[in-house]
T-cell receptor, first 111, second 115 residues
């Protein structure tokens, strides 16, 4: 079945550092890829999505590019802020009424 | 805008007890979901429903029942609570059809505590 593998556990950075959270997927077809963010005490919310090879999704300074060749959708941000501290989930959908999520990556930004 | 309301926010029960979580949405969305969130394991789908009275099993449905009483509400029952089921349960909704083009909206979660 479909699966998503992302950077495990926690990523700890200082403000203004460059962020990369890796996401690789396995799917039989041509999925749509998503990044969701979950702040403390809240439910996950959509950051952005991409549905075609080489399409770039972006929001709030975060971006990721759909790469069908390497089956990847890595999340990047050039300069993180303390307010970016959250859990980030990579997910995919192959058009059915459901998403498959990765295990989540906790981002901790130290001031 | 709309909102998803999950009740209760904390549910404390005893081992072996049947416990029910409720979810209401006012987006007028067709599809609703229940996910379980465990630290280090991500979000795993328990049940979803694409319309009133419809139920579809997810990857983690064993030990749970669900009911879509009406379009706006979706409840989840833990049939016999166990201590290894302590987790956060997240309800979500989306417009029916191709989820690829539709956003999933989540509630704030309900934490299950089994004593």
């Amino acid at each position: 079945g479909d699966s998503v593998t992302q950077t495990e556990g926690q990523v700890a950075l200082s403000e203004e550092d460059f962020l990369t959270i890796h996401c690789n997927y396995s799917a039989s077809g041509y999925p749509t890829l998503f990044w969701y963010v979950q702040y403390p005490g809240e439910g996950p919310q959509l950051l952005f999505r991409a549905s075609r090879d080489k399409e770039k999704g972006s929001s709030r300074g975060f971006e990721a590019t759909y790469d069908k060749g390497t089956t990847s959708f890595h999340l990047r941000k050039a300069s993180v802020q303390e307010s970016d501290s959250a859990v980030y989930y990579c997910a995919l959908s192959e058009g059915a009424d459901r998403l498959t999520f990765g295990k989540g990556t906790q981002l901790i930004i130290q001031p | 805008g709309g909102i998803i309301t999950q009740t209760p926010k904390f549910l404390i029960g005893q081992e072996g007890q049947k416990l029910t979580l409720k979810c209401q949405q006012n987006f007028n969305h067709d599809t609703m979901y229940w996910y379980r969130q465990d630290s280090g394991k991500g979000l795993r789908l328990i049940y979803y429903s694409i319309t009133e009275n419809d139920l579809q099993k997810g990857d983690l449905s064993e030990g749970y029942d669900a009911s879509r009483e009406k379009k706006s509400s979706f409840s989840l029952t833990v049939t016999s609570a166990q201590k290894n089921e302590m987790a956060v349960f997240l309800c979500a909704s989306s417009i029916a059809g191709q989820i690829s083009g539709n956003t999933l909206y989540f509630g704030e979660g309900s934490r299950l505590i089994v004593v």
